[in-house]
């Protein structure tokens, strides 16, 4: 199966100051998602990329898949207290069945004010 | 408002007893999962279910075991052979369209072992 690396595993950032975590893979990632979650709570969808090269963002978040589609950098802007918690990076199968995302296992993001 | 509902969100064990977690949703997506999460190894995946009454293992189903009866609901029980059942359980589900894997989750189910 293929296997996700997150970079930082852990991160403490001063509000209001940009940030960025990187998701590698050692294979071409055919579908990225990137998830964020609250502690104790479920996953809530981000983004996803598909094609090399991609950059997508929402409010203060901005996701890019590079060229060669084996990494990942999720960047956010001015943070806020809202934007703590754990971002996990996810890809799916090469096939493209419903057979579920693997995970990489997630940066902590703390936002000190 | 369509979505995905587990209960209980905290459960207890006792040793030898067999516990399930339930998880329905509304969404009428034809794929179901169930995640595990342990501080610092991320989510693997314990069983999915592509289609109603069937269903494949998937990284860590040892210890585990679903049913798939209804389209909407995708029970996981944790069975006295988990030695090890201590952990954040999450449940999801998905369209079954091909290259499009996103997944819709629960608010997860802390199972603890007394």
Not at chain 1, 29 to 40: A, C, D, E, N
Not at chain 1, 76 to 88: E, K
Not at chain 2, 44 to 49: E, P, Q
Request: proline share 3%; aromatic share 10%.
């Amino acid at each position: 199966s293929q296997e996700l690396e997150q970079s930082p595993q852990s991160l403490i950032v001063q509000e209001g100051k940009n940030l960025t975590i990187n998701c590698t893979s050692s294979k071409t990632l055919y579908g990225l998602y990137w998830y964020k979650q609250k502690y104790g709570e479920g996953l809530i969808f981000l983004m996803m990329l598909q094609k090399g090269g991609e950059e997508k963002s929402h409010e203060k978040i901005t996701a890019k898949l590079d060229e060669k589609k084996q990494q990942s950098s999720l960047h956010i802007t001015a943070s806020q207290p809202s934007h703590a918690g754990i971002y996990l990076c996810g890809v799916g199968t090469s096939g493209g069945g419903a057979d579920g995302l693997t995970f990489g296992k997630g940066t902590h993001l703390i936002i000190q004010p | 408002d369509g979505g995905i509902t587990q209960s209980p969100k905290y459960l207890f064990r006792k040793e030898g007893q067999n516990v399930t977690l339930s998880c329905e949703q509304n969404l009428n997506h034809d794929a179901m999962y169930w995640y595990r999460q342990d501080p610092g190894q991320g989510l693997r995946l314990i069983y999915y279910s592509q289609i109603v009454n069937d269903f494949q293992k998937g990284d860590i189903a040892e210890g585990y075991s679903v049913s798939r009866e209804k389209k909407e609901s995708f029970p996981l029980t944790v069975t006295s052979a988990q030695k090890n059942p201590t952990a954040f359980y999450l449940c999801a589900s998905s369209l079954h369209i091909r290259r499009e894997e996103k997944l819709f989750f629960g608010s997860g189910t802390q199972l603890s072992v007394l």
